[in-house]
């Protein structure tokens, strides 16, 4: 069964500090990948998809994720965070090949960005 | 407005009663879902369906189940046979491919 990992639970930094969560599925066909991100008491929202083309994606709020298909990876990034950044962040999969099309959620990265 | 709409916000039930949480959209999609949110385990699917009249479970489908009879509605009904219920469950909706999912609000159900 395909499953989606998220590697760190809970990651807390500083303003202006950089940031990068990681995401891994075990999925070996073609993919269409997703970072969701929920902020406290709102639903969620997409911040950047890859479906084919460049690796590199830019998402809204100066997120960006590199797609590296020998490592099943999708890791989000961004340069410099902001206090509004905490939220929770999830990786999403979905399975191109598959005619139903499963999308499945990491556990989720609980970001809290301090003063 | 188009979106998701799911109703209610929250809910509270007696243990042992089945509990049906609605879910509607408007923005045409084919494909809609269903998702439990747990602490620290983050989304886990229960069903979703891609055509009226059909669907799968997901990976914790036990003591649920869903009806798909227009391509509005995804109806959600949590049953007695569900032994934890209590929790946050999200609809979301998507194009079949490639397959961006808009999520509602949510609704908190509360056994007790």
């Known amino acids: 069964a395909q499953s989606v990992s998220q590697h760190n639970h809970h990651v807390i930094l500083s303003e202006a500090a950089s940031l990068e969560l990681g995401c891994n599925y075990s999925?070996?066909?073609?993919?269409?990948l997703f970072w969701y991100v929920q902020y406290p008491g709102q639903h969620l929202q997409l911040l950047l998809k890859y479906f084919s083309g460049d690796p590199l994606v830019k998402g809204i709020k100066g997120f960006e994720a590199e797609f590296i298909k020998s490592k099943f990876s999708f890791n989000l990034r961004k340069p410099s965070v902001q206090w509004s950044d905490t939220a929770e962040y999830f990786c999403?999969?979905?399975?191109?090949?598959?005619?139903?099309?499963?999308?499945?959620f990491g556990a989720g990265t609980q970001v809290v960005v301090t003063p | 407005d188009g979106g998701i709409t799911q109703s209610p916000k929250y809910l509270f039930r007696k243990e042992g009663q089945n509990v049906t949480l609605s879910c509607e959209q408007n923005?045409?999609?084919?494909?809609m879902y269903w998702y439990r949110q747990d602490p620290g385990q983050g989304l886990r699917l229960i069903y979703y369906s891609q055509i009226v009249n059909d669907f799968q479970k997901g990976d914790i489908a036990e003591g649920y189940s869903v009806s798909r009879e227009k391509k509005e509605s995804f109806p959600l009904t949590v049953t007695s046979a569900q032994k934890n219920p209590t929790a946050f469950y999200l609809c979301?909706?998507?194009?079949?491919?490639?397959?961006?999912?808009?999520f509602g609000q949510g609704t908190r159900l509360t056994v007790v």
């Open positions: 923005l045409n999609h084919d494909a």
């Open positions: 999925y070996g066909g073609t993919v269409n």
């Open positions: 999403a999969v979905k399975q191109t090949t598959d005619s139903w099309g499963k999308l499945q």
């Open positions: 979301a909706s998507s194009v079949l491919y490639p397959g961006e999912a808009f």
